[in-house]
């Protein structure tokens, strides 16, 4: 009996060895795929341009003509000053619009809600691809076309929705005592959104922020199809590494090394809310 | 309801609501301004552009109105290339979104175990979401490369034989992989979190129960995270049949058609190899009524799951 009882202890106990074993090779597989490509472009970009061509080279003395030549002849530092200038404004102008709404949505029985942010649902489903050409077509008899000002109110477009639900999720989770004691000290629902509420949920805003700022950064269609010359995004770089013959991959890989490095830094701040995002918001993280 | 305590609350909120309704229009009304303009106006110029012969070196005014011409010639035109974008476009959506959802839910179950260094894995996870679309492709059309690629070079090394990743055979499979390296971490994450806000009783009532791992998974965690799964599928679903970046860049709908998914077909007909705004913009309308017609079928699908 007890001799049984051992080998079956130590049956179990094998069988939560290999159970465990199992895991963490998945874990490591799965981390391994999952990063493959940026630590291959790293690579690349870090090569001299002879052994581009030759993946059996891992070990090799760094050099950084592909980040020089970027900056100094594709003029990459453009690209990401527009990136710049488009993502941070349509964040600020989603973001004041956006919070305004989800606040309204949260404190007040607003008529048709359910309908309204259906509809805000809905425009997250619409293809970009699918409404870009008539964008196309109105900006260019209103003469908008290739102007940073165009993607920003384009990119409101995703944002805004992707605001108010995020924000709506934050708001309700306050309790609603702590406005009723404001307004009981006489501010305004004004005052007291602006006083009391934004402070408590400025983790969420970062969040909703960060976010906004990732995908207006990343964005593709809309850059592609509305810029040509003057508000070129980063995206829409790889525009000049199309041809099959001769890409620069080195310089390629130089530039998204440099584009992914702020968002991938912004990721993981947010890590935390991440899934909200990725849900919007219909997950509490 | 029944008792005069509630009944009071009652008309209390209901003399409150009165007063809401003329107050939460400023909180509201701006952001729905600007979205009703921002969506309904191009929406209702791609209807209209859609029944016109626009092409894009046209001036501003002389274009003709051709009605249903553009639809005619899609629909039952002798080129049947929609048929064939549509297709290849749903069967994508089916396969990737399938694959993302089994592959994701598997790697959300290992990174709910007792492990160790999680943290470091979930930021792994987090690469293929912040990496550029269009530049992480343009990467993997590198590493995909038949004869200087890393892909080659390992598959090479460890079972000596080679793939010519984006020829008319591979380059289907080729944009479904790159999908999926893109968003299953969307599904891992999303699902991840979703294990882990389950309650524990249900569990513990099931071991009490002798249930084994099978039966936990198919009658304990399953159905309590239909919802979320539901909504991945959604948001999954519709994202692919979305998908332009990967292709556009990868294949740019080549060799020939073969990856010509919707997105590159719209692109093409209207600015690429044709410029035909006004076919373009059919196509578009075809594909707004597709996606409207899955993500509300997915929609009623969930709110009946909600009630019951």
Known sequence: MRAEEI???????????????FTYVGIILMSIWAVFPLFWMIIISLKERIYTYDPSVWIFQPVFENYVSVFAEKNLGKFLINSAIVSLSTTFLALFFGTLAAYGFSRFKVKRMRGLM???????????????????????FGSMLDTRLLLIITYMIFNIPFTVWMMKGFFDEIPKELEEAAKVDG???LQTLYKIVLPVVQPGLIATSIFCIISSWNEFVYALFLTSIKSVTTPTIVQMFLSIQGVAWGEMSAVGTVSIMPVLLFAMIVQKNMVRGLSFGAVKG | MS?????????????????NTRRYMPFVAPAMVVMVLLVAVPF???????????ELAMPADSFKWIGLRNYDRLLFGTNKLLYYSLGISVGMMVV??????????????????????????????????????????????LMLNAEFGVINYFLKKL??????????????????????????????????????????????????????????????????????????????????????????????????????????????????????????????????????????????????????
């Not at chain 2, 008792?3 to 007063?19: E, F, P, Q, W, Y």
């Not at chain 2, 179950?109 to 992480?136: E, H, Q, W, Y």
């Open chain 1, 118 to 140: 259906f509809f805000l649902l809905a425009v997250r489903m619409i293809p970009s691809v699918a409404i870009v050409i008539p964008i196309f077509v109105i900006a260019r």
């Open chain 2, 159 to 308: 079972f000596n034989f080679s793939v010519v990743w984006l020829d008319k055979d591979n380059s289907l499979p080729s944009v479904l992989l790159v999908n999926i390296w893109s968003m299953t971490p969307y599904v891992t994450l999303t699902l991840y979190a979703g294990l882990r806000s389950l309650p524990l009783e249900p569990y513990e009532s099931a071991v009490i129960d002798g249930a084994n791992g099978r039966q936990v998974l198919m009658y304990v965690t399953l159905p309590m995270l239909k919802p979320l799964i539901l909504l991945t599928l959604l948001f999954r679903s519709i994202d692919m049949l979305k998908m332009f970046d990967v292709p556009y860049v990868l294949t740019q709908g080549g060799p020939g058609n073969i990856t010509e998914f919707i997105g590159l077909h719209i692109y093409r007909t209207g600015f690429g190899v044709t410029t035909l705004v006004g076919r373009a913009s059919a196509i578009s309308v075809i594909l707004i009524v597709l996606v409207g017609i899955i993500s509300l079928g997915m929609i009623k699908l969930m709110s009946s799951e909600e009630k019951g």
């Open chain 1, 187 to 189: 501010c305004t629902t």
């Open chain 2, 3 to 19: 008792n005069g305590v509630s009944i009071h609350t009652d008309k209390r909120a209901t003399s409150r609501d009165l007063h």
């Open chain 2, 44 to 54: 209702i110029a791609v209807v209209l552009l859609s029944f016109t012969n626009y």
């Open chain 1, 7 to 21: 080998r079956a202890r130590r049956r179990l106990m094998a069988s939560r060895g290999a159970k465990q074993t």
């Open chain 2, 96 to 141: 990737a979104t399938v694959l993302q959802m089994l592959i994701g839910f598997f790697c959300a179950s290992l990174l709910n175990r007792d492990i160790k260094f999680r943290g470091l894995a979930i930021a792994c996870l987090l690469v293929p979401i912040a990496m550029t679309p269009s530049i992480a492709s343009q990467i993997w059309k």
